[in-house]
């Protein structure tokens, strides 16, 4: 077992990211932050947090996206579906996509899915704390990254948060 | 987490946890059919039977709306008019439609336990949309399903069952199913239309007198008085049993309290429910057929993601 990223170097990288996140999208002009449930949810409600000490908190708007039913791996086993919520319009927005662990591309696959059935964005990046390259099964990259991490398949990565994990840290399980 | 069953054949066997599973998966897909898309393509390698050997509308068209929703290839079977009206068995019929390669098999049947035969016989997945006088297991959930919108949770409700309790598997079904999560059940109607060991079996309260249903529960699940299942008649005319069990608002204001109707349809307006109950503030009848498309995707979603 490996800690990748410390709970002060979490704090650290989340607070680059929701800045990055600024300098491409001043004020969060027509932009809207989308987590990704269930563990993404985790980051960008911290992001947001982050976000909110920057702009005005009025120009934030923040949904939760949940892609259980987009999944292509549906009938291998069952994923019990969590809360959607997006309480705005997506269309002609620019989107930034939020989630935890970035790894086969498949969920993110499975989130524009989702995303485009909401609407029409102008534009969707997408923002990951960890970043498992070399590991990708569809052409889908970060915009904005935590960090990259070279893994192989048998490993696991593991983000704990204070709010469900009593613990906060990455770490990189040898399996 | 999965279902601990491969078909969905009744409320009876099914445990707690898978029921508030479907509740929990229905509420998601509540949600999703307020999207402006509102399907997803969960099941599109999915292909449906919808084997109706038994005039229906709402439940028919609810199952057919839900499979659509979930992306899966429907086909859609009458038994008026197939090769049933020729003669060829159910085995037959539903052995033929396999072979080309269907998954899943929805089922409304006039026999009690076709579906279960069925189960025995086949290899797809079975849901019953309504046994005979057996069970309706998709009817009971999308009315526990409103109920627990309207009252946030089951547990500790009072529901009184009134009707044509004798011929309903709506009644059947909702009484396994209010049980298992907790709730209060209370049958009332006219002793003819109410199984003499109900109480014994299946643990209810058993009441005669309207006035005193309606004043003991929160909920009233009103059931449509079954003609087309009586071989002789349970009581003088439907007049008369509109007035000993009729529910008009009249009677609703003497209670001096807030209430829930609830009606599987189709109403018999004027006999059980009076179209000023019907249409009024206390019913949620169209609710009830709103969470029908959600409740449904979630039992197939929840049937065809078990398989492997």
């Given at each position: 077992?490996?800690?990748?990223?410390?709970?002060?170097?979490?704090?650290?990288?989340?607070?680059?990211?929701?800045?990055?996140?600024?300098?491409?999208?001043?004020?969060?002009?027509?932009?809207?932050?989308?987590?990704?449930?269930?563990?993404?949810?985790?980051?960008?409600?911290?992001?947001?947090?982050?976000?909110?000490?920057?702009?005005?908190?009025?120009?934030?708007?923040?949904?939760?996206?949940?892609?259980?039913?987009?999944?292509?791996?549906?009938?291998?086993?069952?994923?019990?579906?969590?809360?959607?919520?997006?309480?705005?319009?997506?269309?002609?927005?620019?989107?930034?996509?939020?989630?935890?662990?970035?790894?086969?591309?498949?969920?993110?696959?499975?989130a524009l899915d989702a995303?485009?059935?909401?609407?029409?964005?102008?534009?969707?990046?997408?923002?990951?704390?960890?970043?498992?390259?070399?590991?990708?099964?569809?052409?889908?990259?970060?915009?904005?990254?935590?960090?990259?991490?070279?893994?192989?398949?048998?490993?696991?990565?593991?983000?704990?948060?204070?709010?469900?994990?009593?613990?906060?840290?990455?770490?990189?399980?040898?399996? | 987490?999965?279902?601990?069953?491969?078909?969905?054949?009744?409320?009876?066997?099914?445990?707690?946890?898978?029921?508030?599973?479907?509740?929990?998966?229905?509420?998601?897909?509540?949600?999703?059919?307020?999207?402006?898309?509102?399907?997803?393509?969960?099941?599109?390698?999915?292909?449906?039977?919808?084997?109706?050997?038994?005039?229906?509308?709402?439940?028919?068209?609810?199952?057919?709306?839900?499979?659509?929703?979930l992306s899966a290839d429907?086909?859609?079977?009458?038994?008026?008019?197939?090769?049933?009206?020729?003669?060829?068995?159910?085995?037959?019929?539903?052995?033929?439609?396999?072979?080309?390669?269907?998954?899943?098999?929805?089922?409304?049947?006039?026999?009690?336990?076709?579906?279960?035969?069925?189960?025995?016989?086949?290899?797809?997945?079975?849901?019953?949309?309504?046994?005979?006088i057996n069970e309706h297991?998709?009817?009971?959930?999308?009315?526990?399903?409103?109920?627990?919108?309207?009252?946030?949770?089951?547990?500790?409700?009072?529901?009184?069952?009134?009707?044509?309790?004798?011929?309903?598997?709506?009644?059947?079904?909702?009484?396994?199913?209010?049980?298992?999560?907790?709730?209060?059940?209370?049958?009332?109607?006219?002793?003819?239309?109410?199984?003499?060991?109900?109480?014994?079996?299946?643990?209810?309260?058993?009441?005669?007198?309207?006035?005193?249903?309606?004043?003991?529960?929160?909920?009233?699940?009103?059931?449509?008085?079954?003609?087309?299942?009586?071989?002789?008649?349970?009581?003088?005319?439907?007049?008369?049993?509109?007035?000993?069990?009729?529910?008009?608002?009249?009677?609703?204001?003497?209670?001096?309290?807030?209430?829930?109707?609830?009606?599987?349809?189709?109403?018999?307006?004027?006999?059980?429910?009076?179209?000023?109950?019907?249409?009024?503030?206390?019913?949620?009848?169209?609710?009830?057929?709103?969470?029908?498309?959600?409740?449904?995707?979630?039992?197939?979603?929840?049937?065809?993601?078990?398989?492997?």
């Amino acid at each position: 077992m490996k800690t990748i990223l410390s709970k002060e170097q979490l704090a650290l990288t989340i607070k680059r990211l929701a800045n990055q996140i600024l300098e491409n999208h001043p004020q969060l002009q027509n932009t809207v932050i989308i987590g990704l449930q269930p563990r993404g949810i985790f980051l960008s409600d911290r992001i947001v947090q982050e976000l909110m000490k920057l702009v005005d908190p009025k120009n934030i708007q923040y949904g939760k996206l949940d892609i259980t039913f987009y999944r292509d791996d549906v009938r291998k086993s069952l994923h019990i579906a969590s809360n959607t919520d997006i309480p705005f319009s997506i269309e002609n927005k620019k989107v930034i996509l939020v989630d935890d662990v970035l790894y086969t591309g498949r969920t993110i696959r499975a989130a524009l899915d989702a995303l485009l059935d909401f609407g029409r964005p102008s534009k969707v990046a997408l923002c990951v704390l960890v970043d498992r390259r070399f590991s990708r099964e569809l052409p889908i990259q970060p915009d904005y990254l935590g960090k990259a991490i070279d893994t192989i398949f048998s490993q696991r990565v593991i983000v704990l948060w204070n709010e469900s994990d009593e613990n906060e840290q990455v770490m990189l399980l040898d399996n | 987490m999965k279902l601990s069953t491969k078909h969905l054949l009744g409320i009876k066997h099914l445990v707690p946890e898978d029921i508030t599973l479907i509740l929990t998966t229905a509420a998601q897909f509540k949600e999703v059919l307020q999207r402006p898309v509102k399907k997803v393509p969960s099941l599109r390698d999915v292909t449906i039977v919808n084997l109706f050997y038994e005039n229906s509308t709402r439940t028919r068209m609810s199952f057919e709306l839900a499979e659509r929703r979930l992306s899966a290839d429907v086909l859609n079977f009458a038994a008026s008019s197939s090769s049933a009206a020729k003669g060829e068995t159910l085995l037959d019929t539903v052995n033929n439609i396999l072979s080309m390669k269907v998954d899943l098999v929805v089922m409304r049947h006039s026999a009690s336990g076709a579906p279960h035969f069925l189960a025995q016989h086949i290899p797809a997945a079975i849901v019953n949309a309504g046994d005979g006088i057996n069970e309706h297991p998709t009817q009971a959930l999308l009315d526990a399903f409103s109920m627990q919108e309207k009252f946030g949770s089951l547990e500790g409700l009072k529901v009184a069952i009134i009707g044509d309790i004798m011929h309903s598997r709506v009644a059947l079904s909702n009484m396994y199913l209010l049980q298992k999560m907790g709730a209060e059940v209370m049958v009332a109607g006219p002793p003819t239309l109410i199984p003499k060991y109900i109480s014994e079996a299946l643990g209810v309260r058993v009441e005669y007198n309207l006035k005193k249903a309606l004043q003991w529960c929160d909920v009233a699940n009103v059931l449509r008085i079954q003609l087309e299942r009586q071989n002789q008649p349970l009581f003088s005319s439907l007049r008369e049993y509109s007035l000993t069990y009729g529910i008009n608002k009249k009677l609703l204001e003497s209670l001096g309290k807030e209430m829930v109707i609830m009606h599987p349809g189709p109403i018999n307006r004027g006999v059980e429910l009076d179209s000023d109950v019907a249409d009024g503030s206390s019913s949620i009848i169209l609710n009830q057929v709103e969470n029908g498309v959600a409740v449904r995707m979630a039992v197939l979603y929840l049937l065809a993601s078990r398989e492997n």
